[in-house]
Structures are given as C-alpha cells and as structure tokens.
C-alpha cells in the first residue's frame, strides 16, 4: 500500500488526477472505475483541465461507477448519473455510450445487480478504480457489515450514511434508503485502486481503515490485501496516522 500525503485538498486532487491521466495516457482504452461523493470532485475538475488544455483524450475509455441509489434515474439531479455528468462525462469528450452505472430505475433488484455485474465483466474488468471513504469505512456503498459482500448487490444504507448524505438532498426523508453498489469482489478485482481521502473528519476512519485489523465492520479495511492500492490523501486526513 502507498500513501501520497498531501499539503491540502488541491495538492491531493492534482496527485490523483495525474495518476488518472497517466493510466490513460499508458492505455487509452483502458477501464475506469469512477466515484462519486465530494471527495474525487477536485480530481474530476483537474481531469477536465488537462482535456481543454489538449493535454489528454477521453475518447477511447470506457467507465463504470461504483454506486446508484435505488429509485433515482438520470434525470433526478441527486442521482449518481446525473453527478457524474455534471461533474466529468459532459466536460470531457468520454463517449457517453461507453459510461455505464448500475440502472436506479430497475425495481427488480436482483436484475439492476445481475446487469450491472454482467456489465462490469464485459467491458473486461477495470484498469484502475477511484474510491472515496465513508466516515464508517465505507467504499461504495458497502456498508459495515458481517461479511464482504462480493459482487453487486442491493444495499440498506445506514442510518449514518444517510445523514451524511443528507446534506445534499433537502430534507433526510428525502434521501433514497437503499442503493445498488458493486461489491467489495468487484473492487479488489480492479488492477490498481486509488483512494482519495480528504478532512479531520476523516482522519479517525482512516487510522482505522490502514492501522486496523481487515474486517468486514470497516469495509475498506479489505484494501490492506490488494497489491496495488494508492490513499492520496491530505494532512488533515492524515492527522491521526499512527504510522
Ligand atoms: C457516498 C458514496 C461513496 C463515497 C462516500 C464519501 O456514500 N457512495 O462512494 O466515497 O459517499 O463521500 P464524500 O467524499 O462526500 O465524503
């Protein structure tokens, strides 16, 4: 495991991206697995730098995200489709056909996840996965549990994510209660894993998710086992690193 320490929020963002443009640059078709949250909007705002300065080509990548609430569709500006178009794929010149996030609209759970799954091996795996941190260890929207769960799945948010949620929604009622996510399999399947954490408010978990026992109650404590993972994280977040 290596951990890039940054001075703040905008040095971190640049580190990840350029890891992210170097990964395109090695491999132009390659597969990206994308995050949403607040965390990676900073990369996502370097990314979309470097394509107007001519500096790099989304044309020939292929994406998939990591999460969707249940429910939401494309078109609803909470949805994770919607963030990501905000926030990257209507900057760039991705091919949108080529973007792909579990369908929040399919009722059918076990469908939204056997698609999405099936979606996931088709495209041939993923090069290189970006992922934020939940302040209860979350990757995704794999919530502490008593196993890893291993491949896409319909997922009861908890009620500490959902507050945390909540503040991009008006009201917590409003805040979807269930999500499909890939699962922890999906995750550590991915080539390279690059883990953006930024805040004090991280710091605690983030001890924990590094220095702590790999257990299924802090989900990202998995990444510890896989051989190419990245945390580029600030010294906020860095704060309380025991080593
Ligand atoms: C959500 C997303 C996660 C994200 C997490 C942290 O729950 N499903 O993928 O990592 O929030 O978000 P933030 O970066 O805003 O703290």
């Known amino acids: 495991?290596?951990?890039?320490?940054?001075k703040n929020y905008e040095e971190l963002s640049k580190k990840a991206a350029n890891i992210i443009a170097a990964q395109i640059l090695i491999k132009p078709e390659c597969v990206l697995g994308l995050a949403t949250g607040s965390s990676p909007i900073g990369t996502y705002d370097r990314l979309i730098k470097y394509y107007e300065d001519g500096d790099l080509d989304f044309s020939t990548i292929s994406s998939v995200n990591l999460d969707e609430y249940r429910g939401l569709g494309p078109d609803d500006d909470q949805s994770y489709n919607y963030f990501m178009n905000e926030h990257l794929f209507?900057?760039?010149n991705i091919n949108k056909e080529r973007t792909f996030l579990p369908n929040g609209l399919e009722k059918d759970a076990d469908k939204?996840?056997?698609?999405?799954?099936?979606?996931i091996e088709h495209i041939g795996g993923i090069d290189l996965q970006l992922l934020g941190l939940?302040?209860?260890?979350?990757i995704g929207f794999n919530?502490?549990?008593?196993s890893f769960p291993i491949s896409v799945h319909c997922v009861d948010l908890t009620p500490s994510t959902i507050e945390a949620n909540t503040r991009f929604f008006?009201?917590?009622d409003m805040v979807p209660k269930q999500a499909y996510t890939m699962?922890?399999?999906?995750i550590l399947n991915a080539k390279k894993i690059l883990v953006v954490v930024s805040g004090k408010d991280k710091a605690e978990i983030l001890n924990t998710?590094?220095?702590?026992p790999v257990t299924p109650l802090v989900p990202a404590s998995i990444l510890q086992l896989h051989k190419d993972v990245t945390f580029v994280i600030d010294e906020d977040a860095a704060s309380k690193l025991e080593k």
């Open 183 to 186: 699962g922890i399999g999906n």
């Open 90 to 92: 209507s900057k760039v």
């Open 134 to 138: 939940g302040h209860n260890g979350h």
């Open 170 to 172: 008006e009201n917590e």
């Open 209 to 212: 998710v590094i220095n702590g």
């Open 143 to 146: 919530e502490p549990d008593e």
């Open 112 to 119: 939204a996840c056997n698609d999405y799954n099936n979606t």
């Open 1 to 6: 495991m290596k951990i890039i320490t940054t």
